[in-house]
């Protein structure tokens, strides 16, 4: 009897364990898998990544530097074309006029040490246009040098301007140039040298590589009010035209690295959007304004600078999207 009983109560547990299994099994818990938690515990991916197809940006650009003030292959151009060094600054500092300056200083502090004036000139030209410049092109960078440099006081930091410590300019024709527009006979003379004067004021005569036809406006590139950079000046040089590829994967890098908070559209076409340009170069291209990237508004130029990492070479651009 004992044994039957036995054999009773085992029976009965192998069946009420196996039918904990199922309730389990029904519930969502037990066997050998383990079990997925909430999915409020998942972290969602933020709005901004998405994941891009194999496709690729292609940006045009025409002209090389930012645009505003002085193209130096425009400068190169009209030397060449037989104008001199005032109507070359004439043309690219609107409103202006090329004066004597009566308090010509002997040295100039550049990155925090002071140069004798004519070494500082020769040596930022040099590095800036080149020294096989045709004449007036390197006068025009001189004045242009100068103007900036008075602009800021004379204590210009190095970051500014590029500057080539080591070029022997003695004897040179951009020296002979130099010594030609601070009225010296040598280097002992006295210098009086000749700037750049809007209303009675040094301007901030800036000065880039190559235009894209016409010159663009300070106020649209940086913000300000600079008159004399309005921008719309025409530059005689041939146009340099350059393509730069991207793929989306790094132009979604590229873009989320600027602002990790940009909601970017699964179709990497809607990325970026150009809002208004100056048509510098024709009715449909010019030097970018504003333009969209995701959700937000953005200068051109602080696109090329800020986002693009100067991958660019102008913010005067197209640019189109072409899918896998």
């Not at 004897?171 to 006979?185: D, F, I, R, Y």
Request: net charge negative; charged share 20%.
């Amino acid at each position: 009897m004992s044994l039957s009983i036995t054999k009773i109560l085992s029976s009965f547990l192998v069946l009420f364990s196996l039918f904990l299994d199922l309730i389990l099994a029904l519930l969502g818990g037990g066997g050998d898998e383990p079990s997925v938690p909430p999915t409020t515990d998942i972290p969602a991916s933020p709005p901004s990544i998405t994941e891009p197809s194999d496709g690729k940006f292609v940006f045009t650009t025409y002209g090389w530097g930012h645009g505003v003030g002085m193209s130096q292959d425009g400068a190169i151009q009209m030397a060449k074309d037989g104008k001199n060094y005032e109507e070359i600054l004439l043309n690219y500092y609107t409103g202006t006029t090329v004066r004597t300056d009566s308090s010509t200083p002997a040295t100039v502090k550049y990155g925090g040490k002071n140069i004798p004036l004519v070494e500082y000139l020769c040596r930022t030209t040099e590095q800036e246009i080149g020294p096989s410049s045709p004449t007036e092109a390197l006068k025009a960078q001189i004045v242009a040098v100068y103007t900036f440099a008075k602009w800021y006081d004379f204590d210009v930091e190095a970051s500014r301007h590029a500057y080539d410590s080591t070029f022997n300019y003695v004897g040179t024709n951009l020296h002979k140039a130099c010594l030609s527009v601070l009225g010296m006979e040598n280097d002992s003379s006295k210098p009086t040298a000749r700037y750049v004067d809007y209303n009675g004021s040094a301007a901030f005569t800036c000065y880039f590589d190559s235009c894209a036809g016409k010159t663009t406006a300070a106020a649209s590139t940086w913000g300000g009010n600079y008159p004399y950079l309005c921008g719309g000046n025409p530059s005689p040089e041939t146009v340099e035209i350059a393509t730069a590829e991207f793929t989306a994967e790094e132009m979604k890098d590229l873009i989320l690295a600027y602002n990790s908070d940009a909601v970017l559209e699964a179709d990497p076409a809607q990325w970026l959007k150009i809002i208004s340009h100056d048509e510098a170069y024709s009715s449909s291209v010019g030097y970018v304004e504003k333009m969209k990237i995701g959700d937000k508004e953005i200068r051109g130029n602080a696109f090329r600078g800020s986002v693009m990492d100067y991958k660019i070479r102008s913010h005067c651009f197209s640019m189109e999207y072409i899918p896998a």
